[in-house]
C-alpha cells in the first residue's frame, strides 16, 4: 500500500521574514509546496521557489476563502495540509504523522494552534482544522478566520473529525506583525463588509470581537460577543470560545461579579470547563474572596490545567492567593512548585525571598537552590545583571554556589562565580543606613572566595568540613542580603511579568 502524499498549501504577501521558517518547519512531512501569491513586492517569491514550491499568483478580492480554494485547485496530493506564512508546525516524528493519514475513518484533523501575542508573553490557543483529505467538495468557506471543517461536516457527518496532537506556532498576533501589516484595519474592513449582509452571523460577530480584542477594544470586542451569544445554539465548534472570550472581556473591563454570574450560568452548559473555572477565581482573587479563588484555582489544576495559562502561571496565583490569606506554607508549595516548572519566571522566586523577608519561611537552601540546572541559574542571574537588578541577580549567584556545594563540585567553576560575587558585590546598594550590615557582608563575600580557592585545592579545614563552613557562610550571606539588601517583594498578581526580559518560551518542564 503507497503511504499517503501531503501536499501543504500557503496564500502569501510580503512574508520574507517568516517563509522559510514555516517551509523548514514541514518540508520533511509534505511531497509537495503550493504557494499562492496575492501581490508580494519582497523577497517572498524568490525565497519560496528557491525552497521547492510551486508558486501561483492570485488576484486578491477582499475574501480569504476564494485565496484559500484556489490553492487547493493546485494541489495533487492526497491530503492537504494548510498553513499561514507566519506559522510553524511543531517538531513531530515522519512516522507519528503518516500514521494519522493513514486512519481511514478520519477526513479531517483539528490542529492546535499556539498564537503568541503582545510581545510574545502571552499567549492564545485555538483549534482549527488544517489537515484534511483533498477532495473536490472540502472548501473553505467564510471571507475571513475561514474554515474548512463545515464542508467536510456536510459530507461525511462530525464523525469524519478528529483531534491531533499537532501544534502550530502563529507569530502573525505580535505587535510587530500587526503594526507593520496593519492587519486590524484589513480585517475589520472584510468583517464589516460581510456583516452589512449577514448582520445576524454569531461567527462574524465573534471575529470581529477578536479583532477589537486584538486592537485593545475590550468595550467594543465585549458588545460583539453579547450579541453573537443572543444568536448562537450552543453546538457551535466555537461556543466555548465565545464564552470564554465574553468572561475575559468582563475580568478585563473589572466587572467581577458580572463575570461570576455568568461564568455560574455558563458552567450549567458546560460544566468543568477549567478556562471558565480559573476566570471565576481571578475574579474572586481581585474581590480578596480568598478561599473562593483556591478552590477555582485547584480545581483548575485538577481538570488539567488551562490552555490559556501555563500551569507555572496558575500555582504563582495559587501561591499569591495562600500568601495573601495568611497561608504561607502552602504558599510557599505552589511558589516552589511555580519556579521549577518555569526557572526563568521569576515572580515566585521573589515571593519566597519575600517570606523570608516576613520570617514567614524557614528557608532550606539546599532544596530552594534546585530550583533549575547551575547552567540555568547562571543563565538568570547574567541576564538579572544586564537587565540591573543587582541586588536578585547576587542572590540567584548564591544560590548557584550553593547548589555547586551541595553537589560537592569544587573546582574552578566554583572559583569563578566566587569571583564573579565578589566583583559584582560593590554594585549592590544597601537599603539601609546600617554600615554594620555593609562591612559583614563585605568581608563575608571576600572570605567566600577565599574558600573557594581552598575547596579547589582540595585543602581540609582543621575542625569541621569545608561543605559545611561553605553552607553557613552562603547562608549568612543570603539573610543578610535578602532582609537588608533586596527590596522588600509583596504578593502582587498583576506583576507576574515583573521581569520580561528573562522570559523565554513560557513552556513548563
Same mark, same amino acid.
Given at each position: ?193 460581510? %456583516? ?5 452571523? +454569531?461567527? /462574524? *460577530? =465573534?471575529? $470581529?470581537?477578536?479583532?477589537?480584542? &486584538? ?120 511558589? %516552589? ?5 518555569? +526557572?526563568? /519566571? *521569576? =515572580?515566585? $522566586?521573589?515571593?519566597?525571598?519575600? &517570606? ?154
Amino acid at each position: 500500500m503507497n503511504k499517503p502524499t501531503v501536499s501543504l498549501c500557503l496564500i502569501v504577501k510580503n512574508e520574507e521574514y517568516f517563509i522559510l521558517s514555516c517551509l523548514n518547519s514541514v518540508k520533511h512531512l509534505v511531497d509537495e509546496i503550493i504557494v499562492v501569491d496575492t501581490g508580494s513586492s519582497d523577497e517572498t517569491i524568490r525565497l519560496a521557489r528557491e525552497a521547492g514550491a510551486k508558486i501561483f499568483t492570485f488576484t486578491w478580492t477582499g475574501d480569504f476563502s476564494q485565496a484559500r480554494n484556489f490553492a487547493l485547485e493546485q494541489a495533487a496530493c492526497d491530503w492537504i495540509l494548510f498553513l499561514d506564512a507566519d506559522e510553524e508546525l511543531d517538531n513531530i516524528d515522519v512516522q507519528d504523522f503518516q500514521r494519522l493519514l493513514a486512519v481511514p475513518q478520519v477526513e479531517g484533523y483539528f490542529l492546535t494552534i499556539k498564537s503568541y501575542l503582545g510581545a510574545g508573553e502571552e499567549i492564545a490557543w485555538d483549534q482549527v482544522v488544517r489537515l484534511f483529505r483533498n477532495k473536490p467538495a472540502y472548501r473553505f468557506e467564510g471571507a475571513i478566520h475561514e474554515q474548512v471543517a463545515s464542508s467536510i461536516i456536510r459530507s461525511k457527518g462530525y464523525e469524519g473529525l478528529a483531534e491531533a496532537p499537532l501544534i502550530i506556532k502563529h507569530f502573525g498576533y505580535l505587535d510587530t506583525q500587526l503594526s507593520e501589516k496593519d492587519k486590524y484595519s484589513r480585517n475589520t474592513l472584510i468583517i464589516k463588509r460581510e %456583516l452589512e449582509n449577514n448582520p445576524q452571523d +454569531p461567527f /462574524l *460577530l =465573534y471575529c $470581529l470581537a477578536l479583532e477589537f480584542y &486584538l486592537a485593545n477594544d475590550v468595550l467594543e470586542g465585549l458588545a460583539c460577543l453579547e450579541k453573537a451569544l443572543a444568536y448562537l445554539k450552543g453546538n457551535e465548534g466555537y461556543f466555548e470560545d465565545v464564552l470564554f472570550n465574553t468572561a475575559l472581556g468582563y475580568l478585563k473591563l473589572g466587572k467581577t461579579e458580572t463575570l461570576i454570574r455568568f461564568v455560574e450560568k455558563s458552567l450549567q452548559i458546560l460544566p468543568n470547563q477549567p478556562n471558565l473555572i480559573l476566570l471565576r477565581g481571578l475574579a474572586y482573587l481581585s474581590q480578596a474572596k480568598y478561599q473562593e479563588a483556591i478552590d477555582d484555582f485547584n480545581s483548575t489544576l485538577h481538570l488539567g490545567g488551562s490552555k490559556v495559562l501555563p500551569s507555572s502561571r496558575l500555582l504563582s496565583f495559587l501561591g499569591d492567593t495562600h500568601n495573601l490569606a495568611g497561608n504561607y506554607s502552602q504558599a510557599e508549595t505552589n511558589y %516552589l512548585a511555580a519556579l521549577v516548572k518555569a +526557572p526563568h /519566571l *521569576l =515572580y515566585p $522566586l521573589t515571593q519566597l525571598l519575600g &517570606l523570608v523577608q516576613k520570617k514567614k519561611y524557614a528557608v532550606e537552601f539546599d532544596k530552594l537552590c534546585q530550583f533549575t540546572t547551575v547552567e540555568g541559574k547562571i543563565e538568570i542571574w547574567q541576564k538579572l545583571v544586564q537587565n540591573g537588578e543587582i541586588s536578585l541577580s547576587l542572590v540567584v549567584l548564591l544560590l548557584t554556589i550553593y547548589h555547586l556545594v551541595c553537589l560537592n563540585a569544587f573546582n574552578q567553576e566554583l572559583i569563578l562565580l566566587s569571583e564573579a560575587c565578589n566583583a559584582l558585590f560593590p554594585q549592590l546598594k544597601p537599603l539601609y543606613n546600617r554600615p554594620e550590615s555593609w562591612e559583614y557582608l563585605t568581608a563575608a563575600v571576600k572570605e567566600l572566595a577565599f574558600y573557594g580557592k581552598v575547596a579547589e585545592k582540595e585543602y581540609k579545614c582543621s575542625y569541621f568540613p569545608l561543605s559545611s563552613k561553605l553552607k553557613m557562610l552562603l547562608e549568612d550571606i543570603l539573610f543578610l542580603l535578602i532582609n537588608e539588601f533586596c527590596p522588600l517583594w509583596y504578593p502582587s498578581p498583576s506583576k507576574q511579568n515583573q521581569y520580561p526580559g528573562l522570559l523565554q518560551e513560557e513552556y513548563d518542564q
